[in-house]
């Protein structure tokens, strides 16, 4: 089967770095992406990784271990809006390329 | 990027009868999907709608419950059919680009009594 497991609930302080976790199980890898959501919203998109590594925009940042299954995203200096729903998404290699969506992380920023 | 509409935004409809929801992309793309979440809960994909080939479902959808439309490149329909009040859901279309970055559309609201 295929899996992608976050924490479910994170909690930290405005201006404060987190760190949300990613360990996925798929049949097939074709890179890992990141996607923010405010409840009510759509998701929009943050990441992509396909190699080993990190890649950084901005405040936000996502790394990519293929040899371990795991990622994560790395949020610096955190403000009030980010506050949201944050999940990585697998894109499958096989057949269709889709995106498997993780289970979803809950950040609370508190002032 | 892409910038896509979906109608209707939301919707109530009594069990038994069927819902068409449509997404519109403001430019041409490939690969489109078509997603169903549940309130604070993760999103779960329906099927892959790719322009010139039949829809591919995902375990658990199928296609006489949800049937999908993809006549050209900026548009595709998802049809709940025959609701029942476990169909209620937000419904989202997303696409998917070259540089693989995905698209969401504002969701579709449904309510089924």
């Known amino acids: 089967g295929q899996s992608l497991e976050q924490p479910s609930e994170v909690t930290a302080v405005e201006g404060a770095i987190v760190q949300i976790n990613c360990t996925y199980q798929?049949?097939?890898?074709?890179?890992l992406s990141w996607y923010q959501q405010h409840d009510g919203g759509a998701p929009t998109f943050l990441s992509y990784n396909a190699l080993d590594g990190l890649e950084e925009t901005g405040r936000f940042s996502s790394f990519l271990s293929r040899s371990d299954s795991y990622g994560y995203l790395l949020l610096q200096e955190l403000q009030m809006k980010d506050s949201a729903s944050y999940f990585c998404a697998v894109r499958d290699s096989s057949g269709t390329y889709k995106y498997i969506f993780g289970t979803g992380t809950r950040l609370k920023v508190l002032a | 990027s892409a910038v896509i509409s979906q109608k209707p935004s939301r919707d109530i409809c009594q069990r038994g009868t069927s819902l068409t929801i449509q997404c519109q992309v403001d430019s041409q793309v490939t690969m489109m999907f078509w997603y169903r979440q549940q309130p604070g809960q993760s999103l779960t994909l329906i099927a892959t709608a790719n322009q010139g080939s039949e829809a591919t479902y995902e375990s658990g959808f199928v296609i006489d419950k949800f049937p999908i439309s993809r006549p050209n490149l900026t548009f595709s329909t998802l049809t709940v059919s025959n609701m029942s009040p476990e169909d209620s859901s937000i419904y989202l279309c997303?696409?998917?680009?070259?540089?693989?970055?995905?698209?969401f559309g504002p969701g579709t609201r449904l309510t089924v009594l």
């Open positions: 997303s696409v998917g680009l070259q540089n693989n970055e995905q698209f």
């Open positions: 798929t049949s097939g890898f074709y890179g």
